[in-house]
């Protein structure tokens, strides 16, 4: 009996012993064989995300460079924006953010010397039965893609000698800088009517700050932008970049642009602010599709709820208030503020489908508070060569000479319907 419990002992030892060996071998193969499949896995996710980062951002919409390559290529373009060039168009604005140079000439382009896009000079007040109408806004305004003759200001007055139309529309402004300036500039020539152009794309314009947030291949420049004081009121806040240094120290520390984006509701921290964003093609895929899910379909400020602005969004919200406000302002001024809505393509198309424009719901509200506005879609569906519309506009979007001669044409009588009682013109018809 002592000699089987014996072998039974030793035998207990030799298993004893030998056990912790092979448990530790099974558990090293294990956390091998893991390790191995998250390898596999990452790899696999990652080489996913290359692959993908060659097709997704293209299909979206939105490019998928590198944070470090945009911004290198914002130093370069400040540098280029700084540099001393007679013939470039832009200047640094510390009010409006950036404006056109007056006198500026380049080919059909031409702005005078009082700073609009103009072939003439106007007098401080508008002679005996003229029609002065200052227009106010973004490049649908200025006129894009055409020369200064072309551009529907400059035919109202072609058309309509009586007509005298200063055109203070500044290519990528939103309405909060058209309001701002006329603010600055719009009474100087006491006009009787006062326009403000408005576009699709404006909208997102109203919560942006730096226009590289935007669209990360645009111009370094930045602007102000109001927020919303209470209910209705507007609180402005200034343009981060006020001159030239401000401009120097951000191209000498590129990073700090992620300052700018405070108050800029299409920063995107995915972008700027992970450091993995520029060492995974997985994490810049994923964050790509994020930002633009955020800006299109789930974000509480998305600009559209289907195909129609979204009533609910701080940017309609702000445009609404800035609408009343320039309304108001123009009105104690002593004349009268005119809304016109300028169709893009895709909104025309819309409108010639029978399907609400985008800024439906803005001219809804306009009609409730009892602004006075145009809507030009109309007329661009009226038009004898309505079947051949894709001939109203240029290649990057804007109105062509035949789209401006639309906008011309129907505004003008308008126009001329709309000079207040007494004033000079006002017996023009």
Not at 25 to 46: D, F, H, K, N, Q
Not at 353 to 376: C, E, F, K, S
Request: aromatic share 10%; with cysteine; charged share 25%.
């Amino acid at each position: 009996m002592r000699a089987v419990a014996c072998a039974t002992t030793g035998e207990d030892r030799r298993f004893i012993a030998t056990e912790p060996p092979v448990k530790q071998r099974e558990w090293r193969r294990s956390y091998l064989l893991a390790a191995l499949t998250l390898l596999i896995v990452l790899v696999a996710i990652e080489v996913i995300g290359r692959v993908g980062l060659l097709v997704v951002p293209s299909l979206i919409g939105m490019p998928s460079r590198t944070a470090r390559e945009i911004l290198r290529e914002q130093t370069e373009r400040i540098g280029r924006l700084l540099a001393p060039d007679s013939l470039r168009r832009e200047e640094i604005d510390a009010e409006l953010g950036w404006r056109y140079r007056a006198g500026f000439s380049k080919g059909t382009d031409y702005i005078n010397r009082q700073g609009t896009r103009n072939l003439r000079v106007y007098a401080s007040s508008p002679p005996s039965e003229a029609i002065r109408v200052a227009v106010f806004g973004d490049s649908f305004v200025y006129g894009n893609e055409v020369g200064t003759a072309d551009s529907w200001p400059t035919q109202l007055e072609v058309d309509d000698p009586r007509f005298e139309v200063p055109n203070y529309g500044v290519g990528g402004y939103g309405a909060d800088q058209a309001l701002l300036r006329y603010r600055r500039d719009g009474a100087a020539l006491h006009p009787q009517i006062v326009v403000l152009g408005f576009t699709p794309d404006d909208l997102r314009r109203v919560v942006n700050v730096y226009r590289r947030f935007i669209d990360d291949r645009e111009w370094p420049l930045a602007k102000p932008r109001f927020l919303l004081d209470g209910s209705s009121g507007l609180r402005l806040i200034p343009s981060p970049l006020l001159g030239a240094a401000d401009y120097e120290r951000l191209r000498a520390q590129p990073k700090h642009v992620r300052e700018l984006g405070r108050h800029d509701a299409w920063y995107a921290p995915e972008i700027y602010d992970n450091p993995l964003f520029d060492w995974s093609g997985a994490v810049r895929l994923a964050s790509v599709i994020v930002v633009r899910l955020r800006e299109h379909f789930f974000g509480q400020n998305r600009l559209l709820k289907g195909d129609v602005f979204n009533t609910e969004a701080e940017a309609f919200r702000i445009q609404e208030a800035i609408f009343r406000q320039f309304a108001a302002e123009v009105e104690r001024n002593g004349a009268r503020p005119l809304i016109v809505f300028l169709p893009d393509a895709g909104s025309l198309a819309k409108a010639r489908a029978h399907r609400l424009t985008p800024y439906a719901p803005l001219a809804a509200a306009l009609r409730q508070t009892g602004i006075d506005y145009v809507d030009m879609a109309p007329a661009f569906i009226a038009a004898p060569d309505h079947e051949h519309w894709s001939s109203y506009f240029m290649p990057g979007g804007h109105y062509s000479p035949r789209g401006n001669a639309i906008v011309a044409a129907a505004l003008a009588p308008a126009l001329r319907a709309r000079v207040p009682s007494g004033a000079a013109g006002s017996n023009l018809h």
